[in-house]
Antibody, heavy 121, light 114 residues
Framework: EVQLVQSGAEVKNPGESLKISCEGSGYRFTSHWIGWVRQIPGKGLEWMGIIYPGDSDTRYSPSFQGQVTISADKSISTAYLQWSSLKASDTAIYYC??????????????WGQGTMVTVSS | DIVMTQSPDSLAVSLGERATINCKSSQSILYTSNNKNYLAWYQQKRGQPPKLLIYWASTRESGVPDRFSGSGSGTDFTLTISSLQAEDVAVYYCQQYYSGPPCAFGQGTKVEIK
């Protein structure tokens, strides 16, 4: 079964760092782009960026460039989303998702279950 | 950036009736060299991640019931649920993947039972 399994919910203080993960299984992890999507509770979907685990080529939405870092470790079929200094406005559900077959930009056909990140003092 | 705008924001439809959701892109997302519209539709039920329903504007993802259909070209697209079932209550999003980043989503349309 093709699936993406994300790390568990996090509660952090403003200014703290955080790295959440997304492990792929059931397919060749290095052959599909993995993306991250933010959803503030009660709001819509925001496309953050994508990474190609085969060579770590990464593309960011301008809205998120410099705010987060997307990375991947192909040896363990895992993608990451990290913050160096969290803000209250980063409170959201973060989904990882696999793009349909390359090449190029494609929709997301497989989604992780989501990771809730709460930033509060 | 390409902006995606959905209408309406919400709609209530009786069981067995047709539901229609519109999506408009700020520029054409039809790639003329392959005659494909780079438009996808997703369904998100409460407490769940989104689920891909349709891509290339009208191709149903495997396992998606045939009451869901997509149409349109260029800048104007439609998702139709031909006979609404109780399990179709959800928020529906369109997304363009013609250019990016970002591959923007529409703001979502909430479908409820009347």
């Amino acid at each position: 079964e093709v699936q993406l399994v994300q790390s568990g919910a996090e509660v952090k203080n403003p200014g703290e760092s955080l790295k959440i993960s997304c492990e792929g299984s059931g397919y060749r992890f290095t052959s599909h782009w993995i993306g991250w999507v933010r959803q503030i509770p009660g709001k819509g979907l925001e496309w953050m960026g994508i990474i190609y685990p085969g060579d770590s080529d990464t593309r960011y939405s301008p809205s998120f460039q410099g705010q987060v870092t997307i990375s991947a470790d192909k040896s363990i079929s895992t993608a990451y989303l990290q913050w160096s200094s969290l803000k209250a406005s980063d409170t959201a559900i973060y989904y990882c998702a696999r793009q349909l077959d390359p090449p190029g930009l494609r929709p997301f056909d497989i989604w992780g279950q989501g990771t809730m990140v709460t930033v509060s003092s | 950036d390409i902006v995606m705008t959905q209408s309406p924001d919400s709609l209530a439809v009786s069981l067995g009736e047709r539901a229609t959701i519109n999506c408009k892109s700020s520029q054409s997302i039809l790639y003329t060299s392959n005659n494909k519209n780079y438009l996808a539709w997703y369904q998100q039920k409460r407490g769940q991640p989104p689920k891909l329903l349709i891509y290339w504007a009208s191709t149903r993802e495997s396992g998606v019931p045939d009451r869901f259909s997509g149409s349109g070209s260029g800048t104007d697209f439609t998702l139709t649920i031909s006979s609404l079932q109780a399990e179709d209550v959800a928020v529906y999003y369109c997304q363009q993947y013609y250019s990016g980043p970002p591959c923007a989503f529409g703001q979502g349309t909430k479908v409820e039972i009347k």
